[in-house]
Each structure stands twice: as structure tokens, then as C-alpha cells.
């Protein structure tokens, strides 16, 4: 379980500082919820902030350097926001559930004297057991790979220097590599080895419908990779585990992919599964490499929102791409109930599509928006002027947005 209150970016692209949500700092701010749409014109910053997350996610599956020459970023030159000398930083405010303290992470990357990425500090913060109100404690406190950690799931160090609790030096011997990687691996450090596993569910899509027509051996798969080539995988892996509910599932899928009758597994001689699509019109099925790209983008949604183990937070890029526009509410409205309103499932979405937003509350989607430096700014819809006042007299977002009356 697990979802981020607020984060904040500083000197990651166009993200020169931008704070969304609820941080320790700013804590009178509303968190996010559990559905957040980002909107803006191109070029404002939305692939830059999915490719944030994905930057983390990225660090903490290998190192910091590795991560700053991943998916074309370049290196980290070409990361870090133009003209600034500062180092790029992060702050996640972080929650369990919800009667759990919260937990801010803090993470800065800089470069060392030869001009390689590397981790500068890292912190982990929470509150004691019973103190709603008193200043969090430090439990993980790295600078330069070297610090310390407290074990077990409560104590730390308060900035005055007084301890509570076991508290561990530590050194690292590597410093590309994130602190909360290798101290997440022991058990002593229960909460760093919660809080990485929260990270490591991380799942960033970028869905290809060519990958997804690709046919796989027959090798169940709990969860969808980044871009879908294991969709059928992904089917035999629910087949296996329940098939009456899996056909439950492809049973209410169909009813929101157009022009399908209804979708069948099929078991193939080398034992691996297939989908069958059966279109309106036609005796015969369809298997995945003769549906269009449309189709296989709604399925894969689809079954995203109904995987047996959710990672518990999922970053879209776009997904109106490639779909007709008047699929585009019913989707959203989909993946905004599929989220619901615990700590199970987080949804980032980044779209130029109204018709998707028309879905939506004010208070579930963000406007980016590039000022005249050069940078983007986040503003919650709910705080511009008039909106709030405005879907309650029976607009929708979508329309607002279009009318430009935000963003």
C-alpha cells in the first residue's frame, strides 16, 4: 500500500521548482489524490515531469549515472535545468495508509569533482509514534555516502542532535548508487525496506500496440512491462490464477471496447494463451496482431485496471492517443473509479484531450504551465478562479479548460 501526498522537483529540466500536493514544509496544502491528471499546451512540461518519475524509477532499479543517460536523457548536463549550478533535487511526502505517519524523502544529485552524477545526500523523515504535531525525526541521513540509519520502525535523530532509538553509522562504498537500495535489502531497517518497495512498484507506461502484436512464449506474467509486449502473458498469468474471474473480467472489458462481442481465451498446443476478439459482424475471431491499435490500447488500460496485484503507482502518457475521442470520458471515468479513494492505487496521466478531462473534478487535475523565464509552473485547477463555482453549476472540466477559462 502507499501513495505520495506531494513531491517536489527542483532543477530537473523545465521543472526548476515545482511543488504539487501536500510536503512537510507546506502541510496546510490538500494531497494529492489517488486520480492526478496533468494538463498544459505542449512543450509546458508534462513529459518532462513523467520523465521524473520515471528518473527515479529508474535510479533506484540501477544507479544515478546510469539513470542519467537512460531513454535519451542524455546525461546529466542535459538533464539538469538550464543555467542553474544547483544540483537536482527531490522531496516525496509518502503515506502508508491511512493511519500511518508520514514520511518525507529527500534526494539530491549533483556531480563529484570529475564531473560524474553522483548521490550527494539522502534523507528519510517521520514523525515519533504519538506526536501528531512535533518536528520529524531523521532516521536515514546520508551526505556524500556517509551518515547513519536507526533500525526498527520507530526513532531517529532530531536536528538539535538528541537520539531515539538504535541509531547505526554507516559509509557506503559506493555513491552512484542510492543509500535507501543498499539499507533497504536488511530487515533491521523496516522502514527503508517499506518505503523502497513502494518505489520499486512503480510502473511507467508507454504502451505500443506493434509490441503488443508481438506473440510471446508461454510464460504467465504477473504484471504489464513498459510497453505491453507481454499482454497475452499478462492474460495466461490471470487465467492461471482464476480462470471464472479472469472471464468475469474479459466479460466486463468488452462491454467498453466498441464493436466487440465479446473477448475468449484460447490455449494453444504450447501451452501458451491467446485472446480471442470477436467483432460485430463477423463469425471468426481476431487475435491481437489483426486488431487495431485503438482496440489493443483500451484492452491493455483495461486489464491494467484490473491486475490481481496493482502497482501502486502508475504513470500515462497520453493515453488519448491512437483512441477515438468519445471513448476518451468513459476511460477516464474508468480509471478514476478504479483508483478509489484508499492507499492501493495511485494514477499520473498526463493528456491534451478535453473530452478526458471532462471526466474529472477540479480537484483532480493540474495545469502546467511555462512562464516567461522559460519554466514551468503546477497549479491545481480548484485554485483558479471561478472553477470550483462553475462545475458545481453543471459544466464540465474538459469544457472550462477548452473555453479557456484555466490553465
Known amino acids: ?11 530537473y529540466g523545465c521543472l526548476k521548482n515545482i511543488r504539487m500536493g501536500q510536503l512537510y514544509s507546506d502541510r496546510q496544502a490538500d494531497p494529492l489524490g489517488n486520480m492526478v491528471a496533468i494538463i498544459g499546451p505542449s512543450g509546458n512540461g508534462k513529459s518532462t515531469l513523467a520523465d521524473a518519475f520515471g528518473f527515479i524509477a529508474d535510479c533506484i532499479s540501477t544507479d544515478v549515472e546510469s539513470a542519467c543517460d537512460a531513454n535519451n536523457r542524455g546525461g ?4 539538469v535545468s538550464q543555467g542553474s549550478k544547483d544540483p537536482i533535487e527531490f522531496e516525496l511526502y509518502y503515506k502508508e495508509t491511512s493511519n500511518s505517519r ?6 539530491t544529485i549533483a556531480k563529484d569533482k570529475t564531473g560524474r552524477p553522483y548521490v550527494q545526500k539522502e534523507r528519510l523523515r517521520q514523525r515519533k509514534a504519538n506526536n501528531k504535531n512535533g518536528r520529524p525525526l531523521s532516521f536515514l541521513n546520508l551526505q556524500e555516502g556517509k551518515g547513519y540509519v536507526f533500525e526498527g520502525k520507530d ?3 532530531n536536528e538539535d542532535g538528541t537520539v531515539e532509538g538504535n541509531k547505526v553509522e554507516v559509509s557506503l562504498n559506493e555513491t552512484r548508487r542510492l543509500g535507501i537500495v543498499a539499507l533497504g535489502a536488511m530487515k533491521q531497517y523496516s522502514r527503508i525496506e517499506q518505503f523502497l518497495s513502494f518505489l520499486r512498484s512503480w510502473y511507467l507506461c508507454y504502451f505500443s500496440p506493434d509490441a503488443a502484436r508481438q506473440t510471446q512464449t508461454a510464460a504467465p506474467t504477473a504484471h504489464l512491462n513498459r510497453i505491453g509486449s507481454n499482454l ?19 466479460s466486463e472489458i468488452q462491454s467498453k471496447i466498441p464493436n466487440i462481442d465479446r473477448i475468449e481465451p484460447e490455449k494453444m ?20 496482431p489483426r486488431m487495431s491499435d485503438g482496440t489493443l490500447k483500451l484492452f491493455a488500460y483495461y486489464l491494467l485496471l484490473h491486475e490481481k496485484d496493482p502497482r501502486r503507482l502508475v504513470f500515462i502518457e497520453e493515453p488519448e492517443n491512437g483512441l477515438y475521442h468519445q471513448y476518451l470520458s468513459a476511460l477516464a471515468g474508468e480509471m478514476s473509479k478504479s483508483v478509489g479513494t484508499g492507499y492501493t492505487k495511485q494514477l499520473f496521466v498526463t493528456t491534451h484531450s478535453p473530452f478526458f478531462v471532462n471526466a474529472l473534478q477540479p480537484e483532480q487535475v493540474w495545469v502546467l504551465k511555462k512562464e516567461a523565464d522559460g ?10 478562479d471561478l472553477v470550483d463555482e462553475m462545475i458545481e453549476a453543471g459544466a464540465q472540466m474538459g469544457d472550462l479548460w477548452y473555453s479557456k477559462y484555466f490553465g
Open 375 to 384: 519554466f514551468s509552473t503546477a497549479k491545481r485547477a480548484s485554485d483558479y
Open 1 to 11: 500500500m502507499g501513495k505520495i501526498l506531494g513531491i517536489s522537483i527542483k532543477n
Open 232 to 250: 497475452n502473458n499478462v492474460a495466461q498469468y490471470m487465467f492461471r490464477e482464476n480462470a471464472s474471474e479472469f472471464k468475469k473480467i474479459l
Open 155 to 157: 526513532g531517529g535523530e
Open 102 to 107: 508520514p514520511i518525507t524523502y529527500e534526494l
Open 76 to 79: 546529466y548536463d542535459q538533464i
Open 269 to 288: 498446443p504450447n501451452g501458451q494463451m491467446v485472446l480471442q476478439f470477436f467483432q460485430d459482424g463477423f463469425k471468426e475471431p481476431f487475435y491481437s
